[in-house]
């Protein structure tokens, strides 16, 4: 059974550009959630997405944001990128919200800017 | 709002002794889950294990099990038998069962660095 995967491992990209991160979750998951892991503030949640919705939000500014397809997978968005945006941007599956199921998670996509 | 607390940045342990991680938790739920997570260099984090608040029985799975004290808001993992693959950051992490509010957020302690000596 194939795992989280996430696409691409590794970008580097410029202040004040944007990027898009893609995440396709184990199949039969639909629940997808988005966290951002930095030395400084650790694992931090981002938003999670079920059946094409937003479920919940964490404390990031506008500039990012996210979807959900019906095929469940998932893709980030970030615009007008900060120097601070610089982390390892973490994807996790899970069966749905409720189950009590530990998520799976990918293995991340590593963002420079710079 | 939920915290998690690891309050061992780094912790180091002998091949094949046992060591001990620890994870204190602030809510006001009665029903949650608690799980540890472990990530190697490769950056994937991989669940270890789980235990669900509403359960007394501590969670084990073969050579890692957890010590659950509700009242004390504590979720500790124990390492049996260490070896070298156990070489890791370890991340406690909790989730509120309040799905309809909460989601799946997961909420991390900020991780314990363990190293294993050979």
């Known amino acids: 059974k194939a795992g989280v995967t996430q696409t691409p491992r590794y970008l580097i990209k410029t202040r004040g550009q944007q990027v898009t991160l893609s995440c396709s979750p184990i199949?039969?998951?639909?629940?997808v959630s988005w966290y951002q892991q930095t030395p400084g503030q650790g694992l931090q949640f981002l938003f999670e997405?079920?059946?094409?919705?937003?479920?919940n939000k964490g404390n990031f500014p506008g500039r990012f944001s996210g979807r959900q397809f019906s095929n469940s997978r998932s893709e980030m968005n970030v615009s007008t990128l900060e120097l601070g945006d610089s982390a390892l941007y973490l994807c996790?599956?899970?069966?749905?919200?409720?189950?009590?199921?530990?998520?799976?998670f990918g293995s991340g996509t590593r963002l420079t800017v710079v | 709002a939920q915290t998690v607390t690891q309050s061992q940045p780094e912790m180091s342990v002998q091949e094949a002794e046992t060591v001990t991680l620890s994870c204190t938790y602030d809510?006001?739920?009665?029903?949650?889950?608690l799980f540890w997570y472990k990530q190697p260099p490769s950056r994937q984090m991989i669940l270890v294990i789980r235990?669900?608040?509403?359960?007394?029985q501590n969670a084990t799975e073969n050579r890692f099990s957890v010590n659950f004290q509700k009242a004390a808001k504590s979720f500790s993992l124990k390492i049996s038998d260490s070896q070298l693959g156990d070489a890791a950051m370890y991340f406690c992490?909790?989730?509120?069962?309040?799905?309809?509010?909460?989601?799946?957020?997961?909420?991390f302690g900020q991780g314990t660095e363990l190293s294993v000596k050979p």
């Open positions: 996790a599956s899970s069966l749905p919200p409720g189950t009590g199921y530990g998520y799976t």
């Open positions: 235990q669900e608040a509403y359960k007394q």
């Open positions: 809510t006001s739920e009665s029903d949650y889950y």
């Open positions: 997405y079920f059946s094409e919705t937003q479920r």
């Open positions: 992490a909790y989730r509120s069962s309040d799905i309809y509010n909460q989601g799946g957020k997961l909420i």
């Open positions: 199949s039969g998951h639909r629940s």
